[in-house]
């Protein structure tokens, strides 16, 4: 009974190609974002939706392309991927301004190559 | 705008001592501030968070962390480290606002717990 769900876990793709991330939520959450993780473990925030709508956009290449179809569910669509977006990316979520704290995925990693 | 500092980058301590986690966190507003615990392969846990009221805060695991709001800090404290606590932990600072803002992560600290 999974609280935030990613998919797929590992990914393993060519320079060049598209690729997309999923998240779902069932804690009925309003909050979600997306964060990603290099190599020396630093978390960087990309993304967050709130019921839908985009409320963080930090500076990510425009390759980054979030969707958030309904509240319960957070996407990440990256074109033309390079070597340098290898990491690992976590979807997270959270409710009542973020008091309660995030709960995480457990990630998905990315490896271009 | 927030930042976060972990001084420690790797703490290495034998099992059944006590440790401490530093974190000093600079910014211009009120602050929430959090600390996550990460095991290998695995995603981001809260262990405990600081919102108001009492500066000593107790969270999973008997971990603990005290506000400290004249020097800017947020230290993490165990009595008695397991083998289990092996893992990387993360101080974590939000504005106090009255809308969604972004947490920014410290860049964590490795604990190692020596058998």
């Known amino acids: 009974d999974t609280a935030v769900s990613q998919t797929p876990k590992y990914l393993v793709t060519q320079m060049g190609n598209d690729k997309s991330i999923k998240c779902e939520q069932n804690?009925?959450?309003?909050?979600m974002y997306w964060y990603k993780q290099d190599s020396k473990k630093f978390l960087k925030i990309m993304f967050s939706?709130?019921?839908?709508?985009?409320?963080i956009n930090e500076t990510v290449p425009n390759r980054f392309s979030p969707k958030s179809p309904d509240k319960a569910h957070l996407n990440l669509h990256i074109n033309s991927l390079e070597l340098g977006d290898s990491a690992v990316y976590f979807c997270?979520?959270?409710?009542?301004?973020?008091?309660?704290?995030?709960?995480f995925g457990s990630g998905t990693r990315l490896t271009v190559v | 705008a927030q930042s976060v500092t972990q001084l420690d980058s790797q703490v290495p301590v034998f099992e059944e001592a006590p440790v401490e986690l530093r974190c000093n966190y600079s910014?211009?507003?009120?602050?929430?501030l959090f600390w996550y615990v990460q095991y290998p392969n695995q995603g981001l846990q809260l262990l405990l968070k600081?919102?108001?009221?009492?500066?000593l805060v107790k969270g999973i695991n008997g971990f603990e962390a005290e506000f400290n709001k004249s020097q800017t800090s947020f230290h993490l404290r165990k009595p008695s480290v397991h083998i289990s606590d092996t893992a990387e932990y993360f101080c974590?600072?939000?504005?106090?606002?009255?809308?969604?803002?972004?947490?920014?992560f410290g860049p964590g600290t490795s604990l190692s717990v020596i058998p």
């Open positions: 997270a979520s959270t409710t009542g301004l973020g008091l309660y704290g995030y709960t």
């Open positions: 804690l009925g959450h309003d909050t």
């Open positions: 939706y709130n019921n839908k709508e985009l409320i």
């Open positions: 910014s211009s507003v009120s602050v929430y």
């Open positions: 600081y919102l108001s009221g009492s500066t």
């Open positions: 974590a600072v939000s504005a106090r606002k009255t809308s969604y803002d972004k947490v920014i």
